[in-house]
């Protein structure tokens, strides 16, 4: 499962980001793992959740990360994303498109769920980035 929570800056999207953190370390029985580009969730997420901080990376990178994270615990089963705009330092549709579908095939592949936010106009979206609000 792939969620998009897309929308302009200040429409909350991380502050929902945040309430799911929350209910998932509740309903979830395994690990629960949020990515960030900076420290700024530190106070706001539960401490039972882990906190990874990665700066400009691009997709690739990103890939390189949920793998190698999941490869070290395979207890994850719950991945959040805080603006993937942000952290991948690329705000081509397109290529945010293709990391969703490789994030769908993974989450089929090891049974973990992804949410994550991104900050841009929804009304923007591809068809292919609309299949996962």
Same mark, same amino acid.
């Given at each position: 499962?792939?969620?998009?929570?897309?929308?302009?800056? @200040?429409?909350?999207?991380? !502050? !929902? #980001?945040?309430?799911?953190? !929350?209910? =998932?370390?509740?309903?979830?029985?395994? &690990?629960?793992?949020?990515?960030?580009?900076?420290?700024?969730?530190?106070?706001?997420?539960?401490? /039972?959740?882990?906190?990874? /901080?990665?700066?400009?990376? @691009?997709?690739?990178?990103?890939? +390189?990360?949920?793998? +190698?994270?999941?490869?070290?615990?395979?207890?994850?089963?719950?991945?959040?994303?805080?603006? #993937?705009?942000?952290?991948?330092? &690329?705000?081509? #549709?397109?290529?945010?498109? /293709?990391?969703?579908?490789?994030?769908?095939?993974?989450?089929?592949?090891?049974?973990?769920?992804?949410?994550?936010?991104?900050? =841009?106009?929804?009304?923007? =979206?591809? &068809?292919?980035?609309?299949?996962?609000?």
């Amino acid at each position: 499962m792939v969620k998009v929570i897309m929308g302009l800056k @200040g429409e909350g999207k991380t !502050k !929902k #980001l945040i309430d799911l953190v !929350k209910k =998932a370390l509740g309903e979830e029985r395994g &690990d629960v793992v949020v990515i960030e580009k900076n420290a700024d969730l530190t106070y706001d997420i539960p401490y /039972q959740a882990r906190l990874v /901080q990665v700066g400009d990376t @691009g997709y690739d990178f990103l890939k +390189g990360v949920i793998s +190698g994270l999941h490869s070290g615990n395979y207890d994850i089963t719950y991945i959040f994303i805080d603006n #993937l705009f942000k952290l991948s330092g &690329d705000k081509d #549709l397109g290529k945010a498109e /293709q990391f969703l579908n490789w994030c769908e095939s993974f989450s089929e592949k090891e049974n973990v769920k992804f949410t994550m936010t991104v900050s =841009a106009d929804s009304a923007t =979206a591809t &068809d292919g980035i609309k299949k996962f609000f």
